[in-house]
């Protein structure tokens, strides 16, 4: 087969393809299409200015996930929150094991 005639297959390949996306890929390409008309409108005029609200919002909202931060601490994985001086029987059952092997 030649190169002419696969190029044809696969041509007519793509026009009587009749498949339809899923919903979750549908609405990837939407999310693309909207992301891509919203730089084309910041690359023709510009970034628009911002409002007082605008800013009043993002400030609040880092506020809070800074408060959210340190209510999120790790108790249990946090090696700076812990005792590293402690060690816990099993732990320490092992050590003494292996110094008994020695």
Do not use: C, W, Y
């Not at 510009?46 to 609200?53: C, E, I, Q, T, Y």
């Not at 809070?64 to 402690?86: I, P, W």
């Amino acid at each position: 087969m030649t190169e002419i005639e696969r190029i044809e297959l696969i041509r007519n390949a793509v026009a009587n393809n009749n498949a339809e996306v899923s919903a979750s890929l549908a609405l990837q390409i939407e999310d693309l299409k909207a992301e891509k008309l919203a730089e084309d409108l910041i690359l023709e005029h510009g970034l628009l200015d911002v409002s007082k609200r605008e800013i009043t919002d993002e400030v609040s909202e880092l506020a809070s996930s800074h408060d959210k931060a340190d209510d999120e601490d790790d108790f249990d994985n946090d090696e700076n929150l812990r005792d590293m001086q402690v060690v816990s029987p099993s732990m320490r059952a092992i050590f003494e094991d292996n110094k008994s092997i020695a």
